[in-house]
């Protein structure tokens, strides 16, 4: 869905660069976004919650 010319870069590695749990969770609300964009209050809502139960 992204493009080679993609400004502002793209998050590669993003699965790899955080913790296994948060990891897991932003790839959904990722793939959730993708399809639902209407979503995206309740997987940010769901982002920060996860943040902070991970990030204490």
Do not use: T
């Not at 897991?24 to 997987?43: H, K, R, T």
């Not at 940010?44 to 991970?54: C, D, F, H, V």
């Amino acid at each position: 869905m992204l493009s080679n010319n993609a400004e502002g870069g793209i998050m590669q590695f993003f699965d790899r660069d955080f913790p296994a749990e948060m990891a897991s969770v932003g790839m959904e609300g990722l793939q959730e976004f993708m399809v639902f964009p209407d979503n995206l209050d309740d997987i940010l809502a769901r982002l920060e919650r996860a943040r902070q139960r991970i990030y204490e």
